[in-house]
Each structure stands twice: as structure tokens, then as C-alpha cells.
């Protein structure tokens, strides 16, 4: 059962990193007049590169950061909601190490499909 929740949340990974190049896509595809003006005045390829994936890279850690938020208090909401309905009790707790591998791998798996050309 553990392997196959594991392959269900990386699975679910790799569909969110696809939304995550397609939405990056977008931001560039968005922002090319900027990109072409900071390009006409010097800048390096590389330096654009760079700071749009500094951008990129801080709204992956707002996103992050909100999903470990709604990660850690929906267990709490659903205990309190269903606790009647359930046969056997929920007992959430905040598990801060499983937290933290989880924003790991949330922020990896941006990083990793910001980066990969589509």
C-alpha cells in the first residue's frame, strides 16, 4: 500500500511539473518584450535566463509554501468534520520532516521543469 501511495504522489508530481513547464512557458511567452528589451541593451542570455528563473522560482515558493500550509491543516479540518462519520479516529499530527520532504520535492520538481525545454 505504501508503494503504491508513493507511486500515486509521484505520479502526481510529474502531472503537476508538466503544468508547471506549460505555465512557465506562458510567463516567458508572456514576457517576451521585456526579454528582447533587456537583450537590445546588453544583457546577456544568461542573465535573462537567470532572472526570469529567479521569478519563476519564487512563485514555486509562495506555491509551495500555501500547499504545505493547506497540507498541514487539512487533516485537522477533515478530523474535526468527519469525526462522527468515521468509524475509527483520525489523530492528526504536524510532521515537520515529512513537511519539509514534501517542499523539497515541490520546489525540485519545479526547479526541474522550469528548466527543461518543451
Same mark, same amino acid.
Given at each position: 500500500? @505504501?508503494? =503504491?501511495?508513493?507511486?500515486? &504522489?509521484? @505520479?502526481?508530481?510529474?502531472?503537476? &511539473? *508538466?503544468? *508547471? +513547464?506549460?505555465?512557465v512557458?506562458?510567463?516567458?511567452?508572456?514576457?517576451?518584450?521585456?526579454?528582447? @528589451?533587456?537583450?537590445? *541593451? &546588453?544583457?546577456?542570455?544568461?542573465?535573462v535566463? &537567470?532572472?526570469?528563473?529567479?521569478?519563476?522560482?519564487?512563485?514555486?515558493?509562495?506555491? @509551495?509554501?500555501?500547499? !504545505?500550509?493547506?497540507?498541514?491543516?487539512?487533516?485537522?479540518?477533515?478530523?474535526?468534520?468527519?469525526?462522527?462519520?468515521?468509524?475509527?479516529?483520525?489523530?492528526?499530527?504536524? +510532521?515537520?520532516?515529512?513537511?519539509? !520532504? +514534501?517542499?523539497?520535492?515541490?520546489?525540485?520538481?519545479?526547479? +526541474? =521543469?522550469?528548466?527543461?525545454?518543451?
Open positions: 500500500f @505504501t508503494q =503504491f501511495l508513493t507511486l500515486v &504522489g509521484l @505520479t502526481a508530481l510529474i502531472v503537476g &511539473g *508538466v503544468g *508547471v +513547464a506549460n505555465a512557458r506562458a510567463f516567458v511567452d508572456g514576457k517576451q518584450a521585456s526579454i528582447a @528589451t533587456l537583450k537590445s *541593451v &546588453g544583457a546577456p542570455g544568461s542573465q535566463v &537567470g532572472l526570469y528563473l529567479i521569478q519563476v522560482m519564487l512563485i514555486a515558493c509562495v506555491s @509551495t509554501a500555501l500547499g !504545505l500550509v493547506v497540507g498541514a491543516v487539512l487533516p485537522f479540518a477533515l478530523d474535526i468534520a468527519l469525526r462522527d462519520q468515521l468509524p475509527l479516529p483520525l489523530n492528526p499530527e504536524i +510532521a515537520p520532516a515529512r513537511l519539509a !520532504l +514534501a517542499g523539497a520535492y515541490g520546489l525540485l520538481t519545479a526547479l +526541474a =521543469f522550469a528548466i527543461l525545454p518543451l
